[in-house]
């Protein structure tokens, strides 16, 4: 079984700069990519940023220039540095992990962590 566990996120006035993070745990052989996502109130979950396991990375363009997504492939952790917050940015972060390998099994499979909070006051 695979587990995504988030920490950090919270709150934050508007031009200031959190970060958030997740570490994949499990009998993982491999990870295709890991990414962020958010949802705000009323709104679909959207991609904010995602880097595949060779490094190349992808940010939503609300984000770019402000935030930045890190990995560690040996640890499979994955990091989002977000700085310069809007109060536009205040919503749950998920993280993602897509095409996950385990011991055992010829199947990749995606998994999502918990969420966790970020709130940028104005």
């Known amino acids: 079984q695979v587990q995504l566990v988030e920490s950090g996120g919270g709150l934050v006035q508007a031009g200031g700069s959190l970060r958030v993070s997740c570490a994949a745990s499990?009998?993982?052989?491999?990870?295709?990519?890991m990414g962020w996502y958010r949802q705000a109130p009323g709104k679909q979950r959207e991609l904010v940023a995602v880097?595949?396991?060779?490094?190349?990375?992808n940010y939503a363009d609300s984000v770019k220039g402000r935030f930045t997504i890190s990995r560690d492939n040996a640890k499979n952790t994955v990091n989002l540095q977000m700085n310069s917050l809007k109060p536009e940015d205040t919503a749950v972060y998920y993280c993602?992990?897509?095409?996950?390998?385990?011991?055992?099994?010829?199947?990749?499979?995606?998994?999502w962590g918990q969420g966790t909070q970020v709130t940028v006051s104005s």
């Open positions: 993602n992990a897509m095409g996950v390998v385990v011991a055992g099994s010829l199947v990749a499979s995606n998994y």
């Open positions: 499990g009998s993982i052989l491999s990870i295709n990519a």
């Open positions: 880097i595949i396991s060779g490094g190349r990375t």
